[in-house]
């Protein structure tokens, strides 16, 4: 114990996540109970692993068509248009809008698949328990928990785009398959983020500490 | 040693002893630097005075336009409601449910909650059903993305500003108000203080 740092799982308690109190737990974790708030206690959230990659690997199949497919058809008189997200920001760029562009590119593009990417990472380094960079990869977490909603950004521009211009002389805007695989990839990668423990990630340092405390307390 | 002297970091489950906080001060995990607690002198009156605020300007950011346009002397303005019920006519539900959620029903939900639990706490009356609604509201909390959505209409409008005259609705001026009323309440929200005032009552 070098840093004099136990975890509440180690010595028998658990933290309850939603009224923070803990509680000392004996009885397995079925039928463990938070002793203020009576919520349901898990040393661990259940089946964390399974569960986010079966999330993250969804998110990866309809990473591809929310980006291959438009997410916007525009039609007037004379001409119809379909817009992916990336011609979208294109779009943005060559008309000037260059601040603009950079937003919607890092929001739409660059946000998910960083989300995907750094949850993957979390998830094969906690499989093969890594000892490297425990507090990186937490603070890691936090950003993917902070920056998912931001991938939103890109449904809300369509909304709007199609309430405003609709029985306009000028054109017809129509909601494409992309954005409901685009929806889709976000509201998975927010989900494979909440079932995530990162936990996880610090669970192997006390198993080492415990092992080399209980072969202290032998010698 | 008092059991509910201790706390567990949800981020690293690190065992730490509570201690005291000078006012406004926060407590932050010494093993990975996680948020745990916070102390705000009267925070729950802060955090009550910011969501009533915020309901007031969520209705009117419902009730009026968000933004218009106008093109060869045709007007057209569309609400919150409008974009998310045409979404829906159009066929595309779960888009519009997606939009729904994330922008009309968690923030009200949210702003419900919260004077729900605060109105009856700030005439000392104990209410039921705390636990329930703190848990409610821990779960809806990544879904409300009014920040975002503001920022979504800026940009549709910047692209629109193109095609044609666009004006900016009171609704958005209401969103433009809110944000920062309910980052407010949100930062002032203390449930372990909830929590004390519960038991101190019971
Ligand atoms: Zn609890
Ligand atoms: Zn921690």
Redesign the interface.
């Given at each position: 114990m070098t840093d004099g740092t136990m975890t509440a799982a180690q010595l028998g308690f658990y933290g309850c996540l939603i009224c923070h109190r803990v509680t000392e737990c004996t009885t397995g974790d079925i039928t463990a109970r938070c002793s203020r708030c009576g919520a349901l206690l898990h040393r661990r959230k259940p089946n964390s692993i399974s569960r986010t990659w079966a999330l993250l690997l969804t998110g990866y199949m309809l990473y591809i068509p929310a980006n291959v497919l438009p997410v916007m058809h525009t039609g007037s008189l004379f001409t119809s248009q379909s817009d992916t997200i990336m011609s979208g920001i294109v779009y943005l760029w060559t008309s000037g809008s260059w601040y603009l562009a950079g937003i919607v590119f890092i929001a739409s593009i660059f946000v998910p698949a960083a989300k995907l990417a750094i949850l993957t990472f979390l998830v094969i380094s906690v499989q093969r328990r890594s000892t490297w960079g425990r507090l990186d990869r937490t603070k890691m977490y936090r950003v993917v928990e902070f920056i998912g909603r931001w991938s939103m950004l890109d449904i809300f521009v369509v909304t709007i785009l199609v309430a405003l211009v609709r029985l306009q002389s000028l054109a017809t805007i129509s909601v494409g398959l992309g954005a409901v695989a685009f929806g889709t990839v976000v509201v998975l990668t927010m989900f494979a983020s909440m079932q995530f423990d990162p936990r996880l990630i610090w669970d192997l340092q006390a198993e080492e500490r415990s092992l080399q405390g209980n072969n202290d307390g032998h010698s | 040693m008092d059991?509910?002297d201790?706390?567990?970091?949800?981020?690293?489950?690190?065992?730490q002893r509570r201690v005291p906080l000078p006012l406004g001060g926060a407590a932050r995990c010494?093993?990975?630097?996680?948020l745990?607690?916070r102390s705000c002198r009267g925070g729950t009156q802060k955090t009550l005075a910011y969501t009533v605020a915020a309901l007031f300007l969520f209705l009117i950011a419902n009730i009026y336009p968000?933004?218009?346009?106008e093109?060869?002397g045709?007007r057209?303005v569309?609400s919150l409601y409008?974009?998310?019920s045409?979404?829906w006519e159009?066929g595309?539900p779960?888009?519009a449910v997606?939009?729904g959620l994330?922008?009309m029903i968690t923030p009200i939900i949210q702003i419900g909650l919260v004077l729900f639990l605060l109105v009856p706490l700030h005439f000392n009356h104990l209410i039921q059903g705390?636990?329930p609604v703190?848990?409610i509201l821990?779960t809806v909390r990544?879904?409300s993305?009014m920040e975002?959505?503001f920022?979504?209409?800026l940009?549709?409008?910047?692209?629109?500003e193109?095609?044609?005259r666009v004006e900016m609705g009171i609704a958005l001026w209401a969103f433009a108000a809110m944000i920062p009323l309910l980052v407010a309440g949100a930062m002032t929200f203390e449930?372990?203080e909830i929590?004390e005032q519960v038991?101190s009552l019971s």
């Open positions: - | 059991i509910s201790l706390i567990a970091c949800h981020d690293c489950d690190c065992l010494s093993r990975c630097d996680a745990l607690y968000i933004a218009g346009i093109v060869q045709n057209q569309a409008d974009a998310v045409l979404l159009e595309h779960e888009v997606l939009v994330t922008t705390v636990v703190l848990r821990e990544p879904w993305m975002v959505f920022l979504g209409v940009v549709s409008l910047f692209k629109l193109q095609l044609a449930p372990d929590w038991s």
